[in-house]
């Protein structure tokens, strides 16, 4: 069993550079996951650690390039303000009767004004990326 978790585990290591062009997320949290886990396990607790670390990294949005934050900030606020009681929180979706706009440059990101923050969002869940303020 012990064998067959650090084969897993190198395996996972080994691949690393692959995942890096992918996304940052994996790659970081493979590794943060890894030297946890192998302070608390030793070397299995650094291959379920770097398993672990590296699934919940994927999960994890990453922050919106700068190119799309600097073209949201350049929009103009709209005249009739969205208001909504729940505060605007990274990770969480907005409701989905809050109308966003794509941003023509990266169409992964939309964005809107809600409570006069500028936010972006997922525009598939409309799941908050980043609030401008």
Known sequence: MRKTILAAGAAILVSMPVYAFAGGGAVTGAIGGA??????????GAAVGGVAGAIT???VDQPPPDR???????????????VVEQPVVVGKPLPQTIQVTPVPEDPHYAYTVVNHERVIVDPRTNTV???IE
């Open 57 to 59: 990294g994927a999960a």
């Open 35 to 44: 030297a946890t886990g192998a302070v608390v396990g030793g070397p299995v």
């Open 129 to 131: 990326v980043k609030v």
């Open 68 to 82: 799309v934050v600097t073209y949201v900030q350049e929009q103009p606020m709209p005249e009739q303000p969205v």
